[in-house]
């Protein structure tokens, strides 16, 4: 029988995914308002003589562009004249912790204002939703306070790689844009203000125990530009890590450190032992260097014990009472390895 086996069309490569055209397109708005019986009724703002954009808010970096120029275009969207005669009034005020805002609407107009940049920006898009979800161009009155339940809302670029096998693709040495704008835009709408992408403290820090790695630098401007990037959209970029790593046995960090290696790992390394001060010293010149180097990150997320070996309490499995088998972390509690690898980071 003949083999069909060379017939089959070899799989497109990432940088040929026809969704991610799609992804770089403006998000498709639907309104389903009524204009041929659209008097406002009572207790409501009647917007067909449309809005004055009155904007009196410090954004010195201009963070607040990407926001504002989304509901310009929902104007322009909805026919709204943006040189109108109903006040629309972008101002700081008081209105509670990070991201709150306080969202007026009377018959004087349009009063949206918050304490910090991030609320504004959530109550531009709470107003956008009052617009799309409205039936006819006209706002109930309304006086209400809203703020966030949840602090930090991270997710993932869902076609971003994973740094591993099969692929072992680093997303910081690739030329591809893993965050196209209207990409981040929708995001931010849905409410993430996180995303979170994978690296090696070695392959980005140097320390006094070790030098870059020659593409250091590469990974570090790409990441920079992607903080940059996302910050445009509120949303603030983490770092994940699982880290300390642990050392083969002929690793150079080790040989010249030995007091770095602790407990042996599964795979035939050495798990990282932080019981040393030169141990913490190392884990935390490394976070300084790649946070001093990197501004405006939102944090390390690490796995520091789980999945795969790192410090010398990553030996014994976490339901597992059997003692470590490093002559430091031994005379110490387990909870004291995980406190001393995490405090220096």
Known sequence: MKSCRSEIPAPPSREEWLFLKELQQPEQRCLHWDRTNCEAPPQHLDLNPGLSL???FPDPEGLLETAFEDFRKLLTFAELPENGSVPCRFQQEDSGGSESFHLRINADGITLSATDREGLRRGIYFLENQLTGATIPALPFTDQRREPWLRNRISRCFFGPIKRPPFNRDELLDDMD??????????????????WLTVVFRELAQTSFTKRDPLAEKRLEKLRKTVAQCRRYGIKTWLFSIEPRNLALKDPLLLENPE????????GNLCFCPSSEKGRQYLHESTFDIFSRV????????ISHGERATSCLSSVAAT????????RCSQIPKWQIHHYTVDAM
């Open 178 to 195: 893993y965050y196209p704008d209207e990409y981040l835009n929708r995001l931010a709408h849905e409410g993430i203000n996180g995303l």
């Open 320 to 327: 597992d009472d059997s003692p470590v088998q490093c002559p």
């Open 260 to 267: 770095f290696g602790g407990a042996s790992a599964y795979d």
């Open 54 to 56: 009155e904007v009196d």
């Open 295 to 302: 501004p405006n990150l939102g944090g390390l997320i690490n």
